[in-house]
């Protein structure tokens, strides 16, 4: 039982960022460094966030496609409340975030009540949302902003990057509430058969309009640490992040139908990736390379994945 | 009658994994009879089926058919072999026409290559009429039909393919009586014209009626085969069963006491109308109709899923208002819908999971779940309605129907309910387990527990009920006592329309 028990998908992907980080190692004598390594968990820190909510979105069986243009809105608006209308950076970051936050609640109002399903209506709000985030920046971007606010993205704390340590705890708790709480139990029974939850008493619809509302705050959190790291802010930011963070998801096991997947395996996902990403670039294979090896190893992942299922149970 | 068999497999054995489903088991089909096959679920009846049409691959054994050894890889194999199966799930394309679906994957051709339609449907109308069902529309899409007309299509698909074995898992579970006996007439003519049949199923009433030989499985082991007139229904139970059931249906008696649940002109849609019933501490309601007489859109306005639009429901003679299953469930409402996979278990999750799906907050401190608490809540579960099961871990998939239907009784008897409206309790449930669902029923009531039951087995309901509410076009058309209700009674009321007077 306690060797069955360890022949899981999370131990796969654990042994091929093992293999990944070796093999990388050495080809570029950069790259297995204390402060390469650290720096790459800065930049992988905003799709982290995103990610780490989508597993609890794709565990339901939802999807959030509109996470980047979320991400492009509150950037925006942190940029626009503060320098144009006069608001105190801190507060202008805080309302930004919360238009975001609410921005996932309309996702996920859009789903419960409407009936809309999630890959359209994200999908529709991909849209509208990066739509919105155009039209408030005019093409013009907003720099300059104070000292103070680059500890968030730029500085150390600890001699461990700020928003890793952000990062660290949101995965540590989000894990803690996916395996341990009845409200991890419900977001496991939705995406295994939603019709069984709602007969069993579960609250479905306010479950998933919670997923939808805290995929949003994620991603809003996310674009003030992006826009802390990089000085600056652009409507475009955060274009296809959403791909990225369901590609870790995915990765990392999570079932694309809902019903199974960990915050561990989302995270080993997202530092594998992260790793070949750079890994590869400082060996010098071009950036298309990497993209396809990426795709490879999701495939490869996924069918392993499913070699493990079939050997555990019956038919 | 003694005609040679036309398939025969002697001694098939399957294993998955280290489990043993099926032990050198011997069954042989001849031309022109109807050969039943019987067992408890989990017995290995599926696995047998699944062999004969291809999709499993014995172990051992050897399978002839027509005089020469075979093996199938494929349901493709079978089909070409004469081998064709109606299966309980029916799989038919519901956006396909009747036409398409009978010929798919062999339509005839023109000379041209492209498909020949008019033959398609011309040959369709054909096969249905063969099959006396002249109202079917060849070009109406299947999912416009009813089940009892997608099972004759499944059939036509079937002759479609000139099948010399017709095999037919449990065909009448979901249909109504009326269906039944017009699927008895089909299944008659297609022996007379030489066709085998395989027919599975837990209703000894058909068995008897239309059967030639049977054949019992236990355990995954043949018990034995007979011809239908040199054995009686007792006996083929106790094959099955390995022991002999005293009574299917044993009321026991308990005190009935004063109103838990009364329903006041509740109205919802077209199916519930103006409904009105009272149902007491103690007692079991057995709601009786027809399929599409509104049994279980009742059932869904009492739990909340479709909230009622007018009317009253009063919980120990206090007004309440059911706008959803959480309040229905907090309100003391316990439900075990009528699709058991869809509706009452979450299949991939474990049998501790499902037990406590409903009642989370008394397995939890504040929003943790405690594991030992839960584990300790569905052992119990599993030891008192007798779940058989290896461990609480494993997940409801695995288990059997009846057990499956145990673990949806244990998840809502987690809530204490007050009020537990059983929906088909024992649809595609074997006879042992039957017995055993029934005899939980009579422990609930004497604990006090209020129990509404609709059920489309008529001995079911005048055996088990106190009363027997009749519905039929969504009102109430009669509501009989235990000691008045005989089938013809109830029957009548199933079919009556409610009149002026009656209507107030």
Redesign the interface.
Same mark, same amino acid.
């Given at each position: 039982m306690k060797l069955k028990s360890l022949i899981r998908h999370e131990t796969f992907l654990a042994l091929m960022l093992v293999t990944a980080l070796i093999v990388l190692a050495f080809q570029s004598d950069r790259f297995f460094t204390v402060s390469n390594l650290l720096n790459q968990g800065r930049l992988m820190t905003e799709v982290g966030l995103i990610a780490i909510a989508m597993t609890f979105v794709i565990a339901t069986g939802g999807i959030d496609l509109s996470v980047g243009s979320i991400l492009g809105l509150v950037a925006i608006l942190t940029g626009v409340f503060w320098n144009n209308i006069g608001l105190p950076l801190p507060f202008a970051a805080i309302a930004a975030i919360f238009v975001g936050t609410m921005a996932g609640f309309g996702n996920g109002i859009i789903i419960t009540r409407f009936g809309v399903p999630p890959l359209i209506a994200t999908l529709a709000t991909l849209a509208l949302y990066r739509g919105l985030a155009e039209g408030i920046s005019q093409a013009r971007s907003v720099r300059g902003y104070p000292d103070w606010f680059y500890v968030l993205g730029q500085r150390d704390v600890l001699g461990v990057p700020t928003q890793l340590w952000i990062l660290m705890a949101v995965a540590v708790i989000a894990s803690v509430i996916l395996a341990y709480t009845t409200w991890g139990r419900t977001v496991y029974a939705i995406g295994s058969n939603e019709v069984a939850s709602r007969f069993s008493g579960l609250s479905v619809e306010k479950t998933k309009l919670a997923l939808y509302t805290l995929s949003g705050f994620a991603a809003s959190v996310a674009a003030v640490i992006f826009v802390s790291r990089v000085s600056t802010t652009r409507s475009d930011m955060g274009s296809g992040i959403e791909l990225d963070a369901i590609t870790a998801v995915v990765l990392g096991g999570t079932s694309i139908y809902g019903g199974r997947g960990t915050v561990l395996g989302t995270v080993i996902g997202l530092c594998l990736i992260q790793a070949l990403k750079n890994g590869l670039s400082l060996a010098g294979v071009k950036g298309d390379g990497t993209i396809m090896l990426i795709g490879a190893v999701l495939i490869l992942a996924i069918l392993a994945s499913n070699i493990f299922e079939r050997s555990g149970t019956r038919n | 009658m003694s005609a040679a068999p036309y398939a025969s497999l002697k001694g098939m054995s399957k294993s998955? %994994?280290s489990?043993n489903v099926l032990k050198a088991v011997d069954f042989d089909v001849r031309p022109g009879e109807v050969h039943a096959l019987l067992g408890e679920n989990g017995a290995g009846k599926s696995t047998l089926i699944k062999m004969m049409s291809g999709l499993y691959k014995p172990d051992e054994g050897a399978f002839t058919v027509d005089g020469e050894e075979v093996n199938f890889n494929s349901t493709r194999d079978a089909a070409a072999k004469g081998i064709a199966t109606v299966y309980q799930e029916l799989l038919l394309f519901p956006e396909l026409s009747v036409a398409e679906n009978v010929f798919l994957g062999n339509y005839p051709r023109t000379s041209a290559g492209t498909i020949d339609w008019k033959t398609v449907r011309e040959k369709t109308r054909d096969l249905l009429d063969q099959l006396d069902s002249p109202e079917l529309d060849v070009d109406a899409k299947v999912l416009t039909l009813s089940v009892a007309q997608r099972q004759r299509v499944e059939i036509a698909k079937a002759l479609g393919k000139k099948a010399r074995i017709l095999i037919m898992d449990e065909p009448t579970a979901s249909l109504v009586e009326s269906d039944v006996q017009r699927l008895m007439s089909v299944v008659r003519q297609l022996r007379d014209r030489g066709v085998g049949i395989v027919y599975v199923s837990h209703r000894m009433a058909e068995i008897f009626a239309l059967a030639d030989r049977v054949t019992v499985i236990r355990d995954g082991a043949h018990v034995a085969t007979c011809d239908i007139g040199d054995v009686d229904e007792d006996d083929l139970v106790s094959m099955m069963v390995g022991r002999s059931i005293e009574s299917l249906f044993p009321k026991q008696e308990a005190n009935i006491g004063e109103p838990v649940l009364e329903v006041r002109n509740l109205h919802r849609g077209h199916l519930v109308r103006d409904i009105s019933f009272t149902l007491r501490r103690g007692e079991i309601l057995g709601i009786a109709g027809l399929v599409g007489s509104g049994r279980t859109e009742l059932a869904l306005t009492i739990f909340g $899923?479709t909230p009622a639009r007018e009317g009253e429901i009063l919980i120990d003679g206090k007004l309440v208002a059911i706008t959803?299953?959480?309040r =229905?469930?907090?309100l003391g409402i316990a439900?075990v819908?009528e699709d058991r996979g869809?509706? %009452?278990?979450? &299949?991939? $999750?474990t049998i501790k999971?499902n037990v406590t $799906? =409903?009642t989370? =907050?008394n397995v939890?401190s504040g929003?943790?779940?405690k594991a030992g608490e839960e584990a300790r809540r569905a052992l119990d579960a599993v030891r008192r309605l007798s779940i058989r099961c290896r461990e609480i871990d494993q997940?409801v998939s695995?288990l059997s129907g009846g057990n499956q239907q145990k673990v949806v009784i244990a &998840?809502w008897l987690e809530t204490v309910p007050k009020v537990l409206i059983l929906d088909e309790p024992t649809r595609g449930v074997d006879v042992g387990a039957k017995a055993e669902i029934h005899s939980i029923m009579g422990e609930l009531v004497k604990q006090g527990v209020a129990i509404l039951m609709i059920s489309s087995e008529l001995p079911e309901v005048l055996g088990m009920s106190d009363r027997v509410l009749v519905m039929s076009g969504g009102q109430v058309t009669g509501e009989i006592d235990r000691a008045d209700a005989t089938p013809e009674r109830v029957g009548a009321a199933m079919t009556a329309h409610r009149t002026k007077e009656t209507a107030e």
């Open positions: - | 998955f %994994g489990v $899923m959803s299953p959480t =229905a469930r907090d439900y819908p869809l509706q %009452g278990l979450v &299949k991939p $999750m999971q $799906m =409903a989370m =907050a939890s929003i943790f779940l997940t695995e &998840k």
